[in-house]
């Protein structure tokens, strides 16, 4: 349930938060991989959104837990760190087709990846964040597994730490074209991570003051 929550909320996170223009005139895309301009044409669904995907997996969780009658910040918890490790194999899908790769740069272990129009040396964002959002964030939510001061610990951790690892690896990576930045220096996943790091802190302390 957690798996088709993560990908319904993926794709629709997409459609709300980085290009609800087109898909507000093409709504049957949305779900479906072919084109109705100019014939019928499969296109493929392509644009995924983790912070989406967080939200779906966040509802239906909630959904499972009350059904079920679990704990959800006990699940929540238990579920966080292995969360983080599973996200490192998603970005390194990311490096190998060879998609969301990073701004244009001089660095000596900077690459070409062919699906770049403009054919620049790139930084391997994908690589970045599979380490520091998923093994180093992994490293550090494992080794506080032990320590349970309230429920609800991990997971606020996990949305604070996921949020400020990607808020400074959005420096190096590319905007998506047709968004740009906010206020001239911030990109929709930075502004999307602020989010997280708000909520994750407030998160924090109002599961805390419930345990005191």
Known sequence: WAA????AGARLGYVLFYNPGYYLQRPLEIFLPVSFEGGLHFTGISGMSYHGGLLGVILITIYYCRRHETSFWGLVDFLAPSGALGYTFGRLGN???GELYGRATDVSWGMYF???????????S??????????FLFIILWSLRKRKPFSGFHGSLYVMGYGTVRFFIEFVREPDAHIGFFFGILSMGQVLCLLMIIGGGFLFVLRR????
């Open 209 to 212: 003051s419930a345990k005191l």
């Open 95 to 97: 490096f190998i087709n």
């Open 126 to 135: 994908q690589l970045y964040e599979a380490f520091f959002e998923g093994i």
């Open 114 to 124: 062919p699906h770049d129009p403009q054919g620049l040396l790139r930084h391997p």
């Open 4 to 7: 088709l929550g993560m990908v």
